[in-house]
């Protein structure tokens, strides 16, 4: 099993996702864990735009203010 923790510092940037999501799918993980998304909704739209992994589940917690905002995907 692979796992990656990663304090991301913010997931807004279009530019920033598509980098995050080329290097995840090289790794070839089964849990991704990001810190200081910075958003306040992860949907599924959102979640794909990270990970390509068609069969993922996620779980997220809000930002509070212009801290924090935690996502787990996994497959």
């Known amino acids: ?3 990656i ?3 991301i510092r913010g997931l807004g940037s279009r530019n920033k996702r598509r ?9 070839n993980l089964d ?10 909704v992860c949907d ?3 979640v ?3 990970w390509s992994v068609r069969n993922k ?3 997220a917690l809000s930002t509070c203010g212009a801290l924090g905002g935690i996502l787990i995907i996994w497959d």
């Open 44 to 46: 599924k739209r959102f």
């Open 1 to 3: 099993m692979k796992i």
């Open 57 to 59: 589940e996620w779980a």
């Open 5 to 7: 923790s990663w304090n």
């Open 19 to 27: 980098v995050v999501k080329e290097f995840l799918r090289l790794q």
């Open 48 to 50: 794909g735009s990270v």
């Open 31 to 40: 849990v991704v864990m990001f810190q200081e998304t910075k958003r306040e």
